[in-house]
């Protein structure tokens, strides 16, 4: 049991966890944009999200020589590794989707690092954080992908993006919800300037807009609807019963576990 539970925490603050998110997120775009599946995207996007959240997460431990926990160098070898798999993939991708991804890197340093004055990175800018994770999620699962495969910028990738971005913003306030107790205040996150309350009435608010866009695609897959009507019911009971007492595995496993929860969703009805 002890080996169990070791395995699974390394699973999920290793980043193996969210990669597997991000990696639905970026299936979900092939499949809908009718994309054969090609290795070095998905794999790109898969190991690069794990080297990228944990040196998000654990960059400030080495810089600032904190003790390092046996988990934590054996995630750091593994980063390390990951490293190398999402840097060979790269070499595959196409010379536009290289030049995007260099910007999303860019970003992920700018947030974790701190180069700008009192040692402070874009992440402890107040409100920005939110927008920053959103963005670098809608880009890499929705605009990458489209990009290696030479589909141009359409009204129908337009509102893809802004979909993802939006679900992405939802996920992340209930994550707000659950942190509102720890979270720093100066940090002023959305539950911490509005409520907790107030916070999962926004949240069920945007899953309309999220919903909705749907009907504007150029053509309507009902069986998607189908799938989204799941994923938002799905979503929004999520939102409903987060509250800042929650373990945090409700948020790093099962809130994280939504894009899956999609991905299988439109496989299964598109099966019939």
Not at 95 to 108: H, Y
Request: proline share 5%; with cysteine.
């Amino acid at each position: 049991m002890k080996a169990l539970k070791a395995i699974f925490h390394f699973y999920i603050h290793g980043s193996i966890h969210v990669a597997f998110s991000v990696l639905s997120l970026l299936l979900m775009t092939l499949h809908m944009f009718h994309i054969p599946f090609d290795v070095p995207m998905p794999a790109f996007a898969f190991f690069g999200t794990i080297t990228g959240y944990n040196f998000v997460k654990y960059e400030s431990l080495f810089r600032n020589k904190r003790h390092i926990t046996p988990e934590i160098k054996a995630i750091a070898i593994m980063s390390s590794l990951t490293l190398l798999a999402a840097g060979a993939s790269f070499l595959f991708l196409e010379r536009k989707t290289q030049l995007v991804s260099l910007i999303f890197f860019a970003l992920t340093l700018l947030y974790t690092v701190p180069f700008f004055p009192k040692k402070k990175n874009m992440r402890n800018w107040v409100g920005i954080k939110i927008y920053m994770v959103a963005l670098c999620w809608a880009g890499i699962t929705t605009l990458l992908p489209l990009f290696d495969a030479g589909i141009a910028v359409s009204t129908d990738v337009v509102l893809k993006f802004i979909q993802r971005f939006l679900l992405v913003i939802i996920l992340i306030l209930i994550f707000e919800i659950i942190d509102s107790k720890d979270d720093d205040p100066e940090l002023m996150t959305v539950p911490q300037k509005i409520g907790v309350q107030k916070t999962k009435w926004l949240n069920l608010a945007l899953l309309l807009p999220f919903f909705c866009l749907e009907f504007f695609k150029s053509d309507i897959d009902l069986k998607q609807l189908g799938a989204n009507i799941t994923l938002v019911i799905a979503t929004a009971l999520f939102t409903i019963f987060a509250t800042p007492n929650r373990p945090k595995y409700y948020t790093l496993f099962w809130v994280e576990s939504i894009p899956i929860f999609w991905l299988g969703l439109v496989l299964l009805v598109s099966t019939f």
